[in-house]
């Protein structure tokens, strides 16, 4: 059975860097699409970013887009989140996803395309 487990999150001020990591455990040989999600308290979760099997396509909400850089190292099973020049509305709780059943009915960006999800971790960014 296939489980991520995510690390990486922490405290960080404005302005500051973090990297989230995301490792697949239980299976190898294979290889399927990855997203980042995030939910800050009292709001729904957002996608954030995603890339595809390969990491020759990414993927960005606008949100993110310039400050927030997606990758992967199939070798290691591992998806990465490279957070830089964080703000205060970047804290949320942030899940990686994967979309291990390629339901390609549904957009990258939506939840829906995911069947897989790790435990989260907590992401907090102050003023």
């Known amino acids: 059975q296939v489980q991520l487990v995510e690390s990486g999150g922490g405290l960080v001020q404005a302005g500051g860097s973090l990297r989230l990591s995301c490792a697949a455990s239980?299976?190898?040989?294979?290889?399927?699409?990855m997203g980042w999600f995030r939910q800050a308290p009292g709001k729904d979760r957002e996608f954030v970013a995603a890339?595809?099997?390969?990491?020759?396509?990414?993927y960005y909400a606008d949100s993110v887009k310039g400050r927030f850089t997606i990758s992967r190292d199939n070798a290691k099973i591992t998806v990465s989140l490279q957070m830089n020049s964080l703000k205060p509305e970047d804290t949320a709780v942030y899940y990686c996803?994967?979309?291990?059943?390629?339901?390609?009915?549904?957009?990258?960006?939506?939840?829906?395309?995911?069947?897989?999800w790790g435990q989260g971790t907590q992401v907090t960014v102050s003023s």
């Open positions: 890339i595809n099997w390969s990491g020759g396509a990414t």
């Open positions: 996803a994967a979309d291990m059943e390629r339901k390609f009915a549904y957009s990258v960006y939506t939840f829906r395309r995911y069947d897989l």
């Open positions: 239980g299976r190898t040989g294979s290889t399927y699409g």
